[in-house]
Structure formats: structure tokens, C-alpha cells
């Protein structure tokens, strides 16, 4: 009688056992539902995650130490140990600008360890697979609400309920994290075997695409599109002798492929940028991506100023934003090219951008600054390969360029053996080091947790064979 219970218990799914094993991918999946949901007007999300990196570090030892070994630390030795090593050269040569970059840096290391742990465990893997998707559907609904104006609470931007900012305080913070689940959402969407969760994915799926559209992130858009291309790339050539044999889901690819379009009307009407200049519309601000190549024109012109420009003397600025951004590069520039070596120190950027902003407010991309952007402090140089290159000196940037192409070598070459799942990972990778080239992604709580946590997991994958 006893084994007949057994075998039953046995047979049951279940998502996960307590046990010394999987009470680390408790305390994982509670600090990435609290990272998502923490509304600005309830708790402060760096402070959420600054508790989470504690109590993971007094846990993950003890649940190591009774529940058994790390596999070979081989790959993540050999992607992490060479930027460790610059960075604490750069921090040995210049000492610690800044105490939040040792929060930050210990983050990295301890996310890596604990996705590169927890992925040995499949059930483990399948928790996580399942809580994400319920976490993205949540803070996706709850983007819906705010653009429906039924958000029982205030967002905190300054962009009112134009673009979608769902329970963070930026857009672009919400957009990202969106955009990095789309490759995860299209592989579960893809590969799912029961019809039921199927719908269950492409509701979840419609939500977050219309998130991802109306946050108006233009970082998050080319991201997310550069990451949905790489998955279908990676999808093709993986499945390029199988045959389609899910007939009867044809009718959710339709219904899918018919919500993603009337989202795609819809953004050419729905305004996101509004002010006293005129008003933007999703597509139109797509468009204006174009903007990088000539966002300020100098002479004569005959435009008028509109939401997104501004007219400063004889030139006219066709997008802020961008040439913002260039100042910022320009700056930084300064900063590389009189400490390009060793950097002027972890955390040490935004402490030196002060003190060159100044300088450079006579330069090109200066002139075309407004009042507020001429003062305005920044602690990133929204790029994230120039921010390592300032801080951390060419060593940092070259370390960081190895985990980059010694991760993906390693996909390469084993891009057969390693589970399907690899390229949706992979894919959502990409997304966060593209938005990063005019953002910074990873020195958020949010997408420094996910991508570093995400890069450990996938690690691991690659280290052996788990179907």
C-alpha cells in the first residue's frame, strides 16, 4: 500500500518540492516578483534589492552546502574572471569612487552564481519559466489599466499615462524588461504542447507587445526587434527538418498575428509625447529614430518646433533626447581619452561627468542643450560599453567584450546539443546589451538582476546535456 502511494505522489506534476534545494529558488523568485511589482508609491526598489542581495548571500551558502555541489564552474569562470580582474585593477589604481558600485558588482557576481546553480535543478528551471511568465502578465495587465485611465494608483513620471509605465519609474525601465520577454514568450508560445496554456501564453504575449509599443522606448524597440529577429534566426535553423504538427494551432497563430497588427494601427493614433509644441504618436516617434543621424541642424530652416525639438538661436534641434545623448558621449569621451587605461575608478563616472560637463557645453553637441539638460547630473553615460570603457579603462571594456563573445561562441558551437530554450535566453540577452548602447539596463535593479541572473543560468545550459 505504501509504494502504491508512493508511485502515485511520483506520478503527480508538481512545479517545484521544498526542500535545502529549491528554498534558493524560492528566495530568487520572491526577489524578482518584488523587483516587478514594486510601485513607486509603496517601496523603493533599490532598497528591495539591495535586502534581496543580503538575505541571498546569508542563504546561499548554507542551501549549497547541504543540498550538494556546483557543476564545473568552467564557462562562467572564463566569461566573468578576466572583468573581475579589470575591475579590481581600475579599483586598486584609482580606490572606490562610490559605495554603490560595490553593491552593484557583488550583484553581478552572486546572480551569476545562483542562476548558474539553480540551472542544474529542471524543476527549478520550469518554476522560474512559470513565475516569469505570471510576473510579465501582471505588470503588462497592469500597463493595460493605465492606458484604459482605470490605474487606481498615481504614476510617478512625468509623462502621465502617455507612455506606459506600469509599476516602474521610468518607461524606459518598464520597456526594457518587456522587451527582453519577448523571445521567452514566442518560445513558450512556439513549443507549448497544450492548447489551453497556449492561449494562456499568447494572452500574456498580446499584453506584453502592447506594453512593449507604448512605453515609447526607442532603445526597447530596436532592441526588442534586433532580439525577436535573432530568435527567429535561431528558431529556423533549429527546426529547419521538422514538420508542423499542431494543426489546431493555427487558429491562435491567426488570432495572435490579428492582435499584434491592430496594436500596430493603434500605435498611429495613440499619442504618447504631448506638450504646449504639439503632440507624437507611437509611429510617429518610431520614425524619429531616424533622428540619430541629424538630430540638430544648424542655419536656416523653416520647421516648426514640435514636441520632441527645440529651437536654440540659429540651430534647430530636431529630437532633445538624441542630442542629449551626445553630449553625454561627448563628455564621455573627454573622460576616456584622459583616463583610457585603467578608468577613473568603479563608480566614479558620475562624480567626473560634473566636473567635464562644464568644459563641454561650448562644444558642438553642447550648443544645442536646453536650461534643464545644461545642469542636469547623470550617474551613466547612457552606453554601456563607454561607461565600463571610463570607469574600468580599456582593460574593463575589453573584459566585457570577452563575456559578450565568449558567451556567444560557446552557444555557437554547441547550438545543436544545448537545450531550445538557449535561444530565447540568448535572444533576450541581445535585447538588454542593444538598448544598452543608448541606455544602461544593467545598473538598474530590475534589469541588472535579470540579465546577470539570466547570463548564469544560461551558462550552465551550455555546460551540459538537459533536455
Known amino acids: 500500500m505504501k509504494d502504491k502511494v508512493n508511485n502515485w505522489l511520483a506520478s503527480r506534476l508538481t512545479l517545484i518540492s521544498f526542500g535545502w534545494q529549491n528554498l534558493m529558488v524560492i528566495l530568487v523568485v520572491v526577489l524578482g516578483f518584488v523587483l516587478l511589482l514594486a510601485h513607486p508609491s509603496f517601496l523603493d526598489r533599490l532598497c528591495a534589492y539591495r535586502v534581496g542581495i543580503v538575505v541571498c548571500s546569508l542563504f546561499f551558502p548554507m542551501v549549497v552546502y547541504f543540498s550538494g555541489r556546483f557543476d564545473s564552474l568552467r564557462l562562467p569562470i572564463y566569461a566573468k574572471f578576466p572583468f573581475f580582474c579589470s575591475i579590481s585593477i581600475s579599483l586598486l589604481h584609482n580606490g572606490l569612487a ?21 540551472s542544474k535543478n529542471i524543476s527549478s528551471l520550469k518554476f522560474l519559466g512559470v513565475v516569469y511568465v505570471f510576473g510579465i502578465g501582471f505588470i503588462s495587465g497592469y500597463a493595460l489599466l493605465q492606458q484604459l485611465g482605470v490605474d487606481p494608483l498615481p504614476a510617478v513620471t512625468v509623462f502621465e ?5 506600469s509599476t516602474f519609474e521610468n518607461p524606459n525601465y518598464f520597456a526594457n524588461t518587456v522587451a527582453c520577454s519577448l523571445p521567452i514568450l514566442g518560445y513558450y508560445f512556439i513549443n507549448v504542447r497544450y492548447g489551453g496554456v497556449r492561449w494562456l501564453i499568447g494572452i500574456v504575449s498580446v499584453l506584453t507587445y502592447n506594453s512593449w509599443i507604448f512605453a515609447g522606448s526607442r532603445g526597447a524597440w530596436v532592441g526588442g526587434i534586433v532580439g525577436l529577429i535573432a530568435f527567429s534566426i535561431i528558431f529556423i535553423t533549429l527546426r ?23 496594436i500596430f494601427v493603434h500605435a498611429s493614433e495613440k499619442i504618447v509625447i504631448a506638450n504646449a509644441h504639439g503632440t507624437l504618436s507611437a509611429y510617429d516617434r518610431l520614425l524619429s529614430i531616424g533622428h540619430v543621424f541629424d538630430p540638430r541642424e544648424v542655419g536656416y530652416f523653416s520647421k516648426n518646433v514640435g514636441p520632441a525639438s527645440l529651437q536654440i538661436g540659429d540651430t534647430f534641434i530636431h529630437d532633445t533626447t538624441i542630442n542629449h545623448r551626445y553630449f553625454i558621449w561627448d563628455v564621455t569621451w573627454g573622460i576616456i581619452n584622459e583616463n583610457p587605461i585603467v578608468g577613473v575608478g568603479p563608480g566614479g563616472f558620475a562624480k567626473h561627468f560634473i566636473e567635464y560637463r ?67 535566453i540568448f535572444s533576450s540577452l541581445i535585447v538588454m546589451l542593444v538598448h544598452g548602447q543608448v541606455s544602461y539596463p544593467l545598473h538598474t535593479p530590475v534589469g541588472s538582476f535579470f540579465f546577470w541572473l539570466t547570463l548564469g543560468i544560461f551558462l550552465n545550459l551550455l555546460n551540459g546535456d538537459r533536455k
Open 161 to 165: 499615462s502617455r507612455r506606459l509605465v
Open 358 to 424: 562644464d568644459a563641454f557645453l561650448q562644444h558642438e553637441w553642447g550648443n544645442g542643450l536646453s536650461d534643464q539638460q545644461k545642469i542636469e547630473k547623470t550617474k551613466f553615460s547612457h552606453n554601456e560599453f563607454l561607461h565600463i570603457w571610463a570607469e574600468c579603462g580599456v582593460l574593463g571594456l575589453l573584459s566585457f567584450l570577452w563575456l559578450c563573445c565568449f558567451s556567444t561562441y560557446s552557444y555557437i558551437r554547441k547550438l545543436r546539443e544545448v537545450p531550445p530554450i538557449c535561444g530565447a
Open 98 to 118: 562610490s559605495y554603490d558600485f560595490l553593491w552593484d558588482f557583488y550583484g553581478q557576481c552572486l546572480w551569476v552564481l545562483i542562476g548558474f546553480w539553480i
Open 240 to 262: 529547419v527538418n521538422r514538420k508542423f504538427d499542431h494543426k489546431k494551432s493555427l487558429i491562435s497563430y491567426s488570432v495572435l498575428f490579428c492582435f499584434i497588427v491592430g
